[in-house]
């Protein structure tokens, strides 16, 4: 539908013809499955992890727009029999809106967690870190 879009899959595939060209749904359809079937498996993966989650979060404003944005990374250990491998996975990309504060700030690193369900209400498989130097001063 949207005509920039179009005109960059025509260009990748000159023989497309609009007929071949996925709706404005169906491109969202697809997008939004692929990321309920990235966060099941990560779900597993973090589920089978023998010990804690270590959390890294950052958070910028881009200078043009002022928007903040907030990203969130997983690191854990998979052991599989005698097999020690390291995982890391982005699990959080995403606008703030509100203020830049600890209160609101809060709920959107549990809104992630939760979501990646590295906490539940029952338990919490977090190992997060905290530059103190850097964050205090």
């Not at 179009?6 to 169906?26: D, F, G, H, Q, Y």
């Not at 097999?83 to 995403?94: D, G, K, Q, Y």
């Not at 709920?107 to 906490?119: G, P, V």
Request: with cysteine; proline share 2%; glycine share 4%.
């Amino acid at each position: 539908d949207e005509t920039s879009f179009r005109n960059c899959l025509v260009i990748m595939r000159s023989k497309t013809t609009a007929k071949e060209l996925p709706t404005r749904a169906a491109v969202r359809t697809c997008i939004s499955n692929e990321f309920m079937r990235f966060f099941e498996r990560l779900r597993v993966d973090v589920g089978k992890a023998p010990g804690s989650v270590s959390v890294l979060w950052d958070m910028w404003t881009m200078p043009q727009t002022s928007y903040g944005f907030f990203g969130m990374l997983a690191q854990w250990i998979e052991v599989k029999g005698s097999t020690w491998t390291f995982c890391v996975e982005v699990i959080a990309m995403h606008k703030v809106v509100g203020r830049h504060d600890a209160l609101n700030l809060s709920k959107y690193i549990l809104k992630f967690l939760d979501r990646a369900q590295i906490t539940t209400k029952n338990e919490s498989k977090v190992h997060a870190s905290i530059d103190y130097e850097y964050t205090c001063n």
